[in-house]
């Protein structure tokens, strides 16, 4: 078989949140034409090395796996137009208060990540999906944190943030049974801001999320690939 290589040009950018949250050394690939060539010994300088390129760019694929990096998930982007027509449902509004039950079920409920062995510790996941709901009701990452109740039991939840004017994006999003009614109350919290796009993502292979979010009204715009070296 003949070896070859096909030529990638990339900056390395270090993650700084998640070198500290996960006590890791990695970066992140800008690819760029015009960056300086992508070789071994510049990856090296990382103990590991994320990719994101979009689902059409298979050729970039191909070069990255000849540099060693692996194919770990696969990511939809979706878009929904928010519209008039009144989605209100009865949610609430997260507090601190809630942070302790939140935590916990954002730890056991997202079980498909990028985030996984064995790239990443077993509990760095759960870990990371709980510090990320507990972010979003302190409004430090996500700006707020909706909740649906039922009696006082959480149901389910979703994080939102606004992107610009007219744009939010869904953090994360969870409940079993109840994702129609947090994909509504997530267009309500759109409409009361004027925001008309609201986006959301979720891993290719969770299939139950992306029924749920074309139902809900939502078109995929996009395809990517996350890989890691
Ligand atoms: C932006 C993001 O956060 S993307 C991540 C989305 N959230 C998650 O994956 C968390 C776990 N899943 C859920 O909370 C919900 O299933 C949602 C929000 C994805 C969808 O909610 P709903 O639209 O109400 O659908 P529902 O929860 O009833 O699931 C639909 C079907 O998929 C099944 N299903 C859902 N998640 C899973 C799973 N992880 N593994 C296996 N089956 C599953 C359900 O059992 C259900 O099957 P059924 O119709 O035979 O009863
Ligand atoms: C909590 C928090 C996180 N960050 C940083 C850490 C990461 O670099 C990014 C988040 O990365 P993202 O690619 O969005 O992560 P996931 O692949 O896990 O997310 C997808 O799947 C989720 C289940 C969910 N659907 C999500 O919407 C998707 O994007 O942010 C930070 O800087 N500060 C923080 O507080």
Redesign the pocket.
């Not at 409920?109 to 498909?112: A, K, L, N, P, S």
């Not at 959301?200 to 891993?203: R, S």
């Not at 969770?206 to 999320?209: D, F, G, L, M």
């Given at each position: 078989m003949t070896t070859f290589s096909i030529p990638v040009h990339a900056r390395i950018e270090s993650l700084s949140w998640e070198n500290q949250f996960f006590a890791v050394n990695s970066g992140i690939l800008r690819i760029k034409d015009g960056a300086p060539l992508l070789t071994a010994q510049r990856l090296d300088t990382f103990s590991r090395v994320q990719a994101k390129i979009s689902g059409q760019q298979i050729v970039l694929l191909d070069g990255l796996q000849l540099l060693g990096f692996k194919l770990v998930e696969g990511e939809v982007d979706l878009a929904l137009a928010v519209g008039t027509q009144n989605a209100a449902t009865s949610v609430e509004l997260a507090t601190s208060a809630d942070i302790p039950v939140l935590r916990d079920l954002a730890a056991k409920?997202?079980?498909?990540s990028r985030f996984r062995a064995p790239w990443y510790q077993p509990a760095d996941s759960g870990r990371f999906y709980a510090q990320w709901v507990e972010n979003a009701v302190l409004g430090t990452f996500d700006h707020e944190c909706l909740l649906l109740r039922n009696g006082g039991a959480i149901q389910?939840f979703?994080?939102m943030r606004q992107l610009n004017e007219s744009e939010a994006r869904?953090?994360?999003?969870?409940?079993?049974?109840?994702?129609?009614?947090?994909?509504d109350a997530a267009r309500f919290w759109c409409q009361q801001r004027g925001v008309e796009t609201l986006r959301?993502?979720?891993?290719t292979s969770?299939?139950?999320?992306l029924?749920?979010?074309i139902?809900?009204g939502a078109n995929i715009e996009s395809t990517a690939f996350w890989l890691y070296r």
């Open positions: 409920i997202f079980t498909q389910g979703v994080s869904i953090g994360l999003l969870a409940g079993r049974g109840v994702g129609g009614q947090l994909m959301v993502a979720t891993q969770n299939t139950a999320a029924r749920r979010y139902q809900s």
